[in-house]
C-alpha cells in the first residue's frame, strides 16, 4: 500500500512538474507573444485592446521594410560564408582518424566557454584601426593607411561566423559520420570522376547536415543584436535590435512582437525545408538523421 | 606513381593550411584577451612590459565583481536546477505516458529550436505578465527553462541506452518508482548528468540576449555590466576577466571528464 503511494505521488509528481513547468514558461508565453502582436500599443499598460492588424501593417511600412532586408542579407551573407568554411572543414575532419579528430573537435569548442560578448569585443580589438590586422597590413605594405573594418556590416558578419561556426560544423559533422563510404567507392568503380562522386553522392547524402547547420546559424544571427551593437556601424542593424528597441526602448511591445511572430514563422519554414531533406535522404537510401 | 604521391603531398599541405587558418580565426581573439590582460599597455596596441594590474583594477571594480559574483551564482542555481528537472523530464518522456505528452516533447523542442531573442521577449512577457518582479528570480527562472532541452537530450540519450530488464528486476524485488528513479536510474545516468549539469552552467554564464530582457535593475550580472563598460570603450578589466573565465571553465571541463572517465572506463 505504502509502496503503491509512493509510485503514484512520484509519477504524478514527475508527470505534473513536466507538464506545468512546459505549459507556463513555454507554450503560454509563445501564445501571449502571438496574441500581443494583434493588440493595440499602449504606453500605460504595454498592451491593450482592441484587435489589429496595424503591427503587421507596419512591419511590411517602407521605413521598415529596409531594415528589415538588410537584416536578412547579413543574416544570410553569415551562413553562406559559414557554410562554405563548416562543410570542407567538417569533412576534413570527418576523414581524420580517431584521435586527432577528437582533439580538434574538442579545440573548437574551447572559445565557446568564454562569454560570447567578452570575445566579440576581443573582435572589436582585432578589427579596430589600430588592431591587429590593420597593424599587420600597414607594415607589410599590403595598403598604405589604416582600413575602416571596424563599425562596418564586414565587421558584424565576421563577428557573427565567428561566434556560429561551431553551429555549423556539429551537424555537419553527424552528417559526414553517416555517410557510407562503400556508396563513394562504387562511384569511383563506375567512373564517377571527385566532382561527380561530390555533386551526385556527397552533396545530396549531406544535405540535411547542410540544413540544419543553416538553420541553426540563420535563425540566431537575426537575433544576435550584441554583435552589431558593437561592430556594426548605425546602419548595420540586425532583427535583433529591432526587437530590443521595441521592446525595452521604445516600450511598442504589439509592433516588437510582430517582427518576433514573423522570426517564428521563418523557424517554422525552415524545420520544414529540413523535415522535407531528411525524407529526400531517406529515399535515396541514406540513413535516417536526427541532428537536430 | 610519384604523380599522385605528390599531388597527395600537395592535398595534405592544403588540408592542414586550412585548418590552420580556420584555427586561427577562432583562436586569434582569445590569444589577445590573455595577452592584453597582461599588457602594461591599455590599448594593447604593442607590447609594454608584463603587468598584473589589470587584475588588480579587476579585483578593486566592487560593480563587477559583484556582477560576476551574480552570474556564478545564478548559474550554479540554474544549472542545479534544470539538471535535477530535465532529468525528471527525460524521465517522464522516457517511461510514463500521460496526456499532452507529445505537446511536452514540441515545447522542449521549440525551446531548443527558438533564437534566443523569441525566448527572451516570451519570457520578459510572461514575468510581466504574472507579476514576478525583474530580477533574481525572473534571470533564474529564465535561465532554468532555456537549459532543459539541453539536458533532457543529454540524459535521455542514455536512458534509452539502459538495460530495461534491471528496471523489470527492481520492480519484481518491490522497489518504488522514486525507490528505482533513486537507487538505479540515477547511479546510471550520473555521467549524463554530469555533463547536463556542465552544458547548462556555460550556456548560463555565456547568455547575453535573455538576460538583457529579464535583468532587473536590483540585480545586475555579467553580461550586462560588460556590455555596459565595453560599448564606451576599452576596458582591459574585461581581458582579465575573460581569461579568469576562460582558465575557469577549463579547469571544470579538466575535472569533469576525469570524474566520467573515472566512472565509465571504457
Given at each position: 500500500m505504502n509502496a503503491l503511494l509512493a509510485h503514484i505521488n512520484f509519477r504524478k509528481l514527475v508527470i505534473t512538474l513536466t507538464i506545468s513547468w512546459l505549459g507556463i514558461f513555454v507554450l503560454m508565453p509563445h501564445?501571449?507573444?502571438?496574441?500581443?502582436?494583434?493588440?493595440?500599443?499602449?504606453?500605460?499598460?504595454?498592451?491593450?485592446?482592441?484587435?489589429?492588424?496595424?503591427?503587421?501593417?507596419?512591419v511590411l511600412d517602407a521605413t521598415y521594410a529596409g531594415v528589415f532586408w538588410n537584416s536578412l542579407v547579413l543574416s544570410g551573407i553569415t551562413t553562406v560564408i559559414a557554410l562554405l568554411i563548416g562543410y570542407p572543414f567538417a569533412y576534413l575532419l570527418s576523414r581524420m582518424g580517431r584521435v586527432s579528430r577528437t582533439v580538434l573537435l574538442f579545440m573548437m569548442v574551447i572559445p565557446f566557454w568564454t562569454n560570447s560578448l567578452i570575445r566579440i569585443y576581443a573582435i572589436k580589438m582585432l578589427l579596430g584601426k589600430k588592431g591587429l590586422f590593420n597593424t599587420v597590413l600597414v607594415s607589410t605594405g599590403i595598403v598604405d593607411k589604416p582600413l575602416q573594418l571596424l563599425y562596418t556590416d564586414f565587421a558584424v558578419i565576421f563577428g557573427l561566423v565567428y561566434i556560429l561556426l561551431p553551429f555549423m560544423v556539429l551537424p555537419l559533422m553527424a552528417s559526414f559520420d553517416k555517410l557510407d563510404q562503400s556508396l563513394i567507392e562504387a562511384g569511383r568503380d563506375l567512373g564517377a570522376n571527385a566532382f561527380h562522386r561530390f555533386s551526385q553522392i556527397i552533396l545530396p547524402l549531406t544535405m540535411p547536415g547542410i540544413v540544419a547547420g543553416c538553420l541553426i546559424v540563420f535563425l540566431p544571427a537575426m537575433g544576435m543584436f550584441y554583435v552589431a551593437d558593437l561592430l556594426g556601424g548605425a546602419k548595420s542593424l540586425l532583427l535583433g535590435n529591432i526587437i530590443k528597441n521595441q521592446f525595452?526602448?521604445?516600450?511598442?511591445?504589439?509592433?516588437?512582437s510582430a517582427f518576433s511572430v514573423f522570426l517564428i514563422v521563418l523557424m517554422g519554414a525552415l524545420l520544414w525545408v529540413y523535415y522535407k531533406a531528411n525524407q529526400y535522404v531517406q529515399k535515396k537510401g541514406g540513413m535516417d538523421d536526427q541532428n537536430l | 606513381m610519384t604523380r599522385t604521391s605528390k599531388s597527395r603531398t600537395f592535398s595534405g599541405v592544403f588540408k592542414w593550411l586550412f585548418i590552420g587558418l580556420v584555427f586561427l580565426y577562432l583562436y586569434l581573439p582569445m590569444v589577445i584577451l590573455v595577452t592584453n590582460s597582461f599588457n602594461k599597455s591599455k590599448y594593447g596596441h604593442k607590447w609594454s612590459g608584463f603587468s598584473w594590474k589589470w587584475y588588480e583594477k579587476l579585483w578593486e571594480n566592487d560593480s563587477m565583481m559583484q556582477a560576476f559574483g551574480h552570474s556564478l551564482l545564478i548559474a550554479g542555481l540554474a544549472a542545479t536546477a534544470a539538471t535535477l528537472i530535465g532529468t525528471l523530464m527525460a524521465l517522464a518522456i522516457h517511461r510514463y505516458k500521460f496526456p499532452l505528452k507529445n505537446t511536452a516533447s514540441s515545447m522542449l523542442f521549440v525551446l531548443m529550436m527558438s533564437p534566443d531573442i523569441v525566448l527572451a521577449i516570451t519570457f520578459l512577457i510572461i514575468f510581466i505578465a504574472l507579476g514576478i518582479q525583474l530580477g533574481f528570480w525572473s534571470l533564474l527562472i529564465a535561465h532554468i527553462t532555456f537549459c532543459l532541452p539541453f539536458v533532457v537530450i543529454t540524459v535521455y540519450a542514455q536512458m534509452k541506452n539502459m538495460d530495461p530488464n534491471v528496471l523489470e528486476a527492481a520492480k519484481d524485488l518491490g522497489a518504488s518508482e522514486s525507490q528505482m528513479f533513486r537507487i538505479i536510474i540515477l547511479p546510471i545516468l550520473a555521467p549524463a548528468v554530469l555533463a547536463g549539469w556542465l552544458l547548462s552552467f556555460t550556456l548560463s554564464l555565456d547568455d547575453v540576449i535573455i538576460s538583457s530582457f529579464v535583468t532587473g535593475p536590483g540585480f545586475e550580472i555579467l553580461p550586462i555590466r560588460v556590455f555596459s563598460m565595453v560599448k564606451v570603450g576599452v576596458s582591459p578589466e574585461v581581458n582579465a576577466l575573460a581569461t579568469i573565465l576562460l582558465v575557469m571553465s577549463l579547469t571544470l571541463i579538466a575535472v569533469t571528464t576525469y570524474l566520467i572517465k573515472r566512472q565509465n572506463p571504457q
Open positions: 501564445l501571449m507573444v502571438v496574441g500581443t502582436s494583434f493588440l493595440t500599443h499602449d504606453s500605460d499598460h504595454f498592451a491593450s485592446l482592441p484587435l489589429t492588424l496595424e503591427n503587421y501593417r507596419q525595452l526602448v521604445a516600450r511598442d511591445w504589439p509592433f516588437g | -
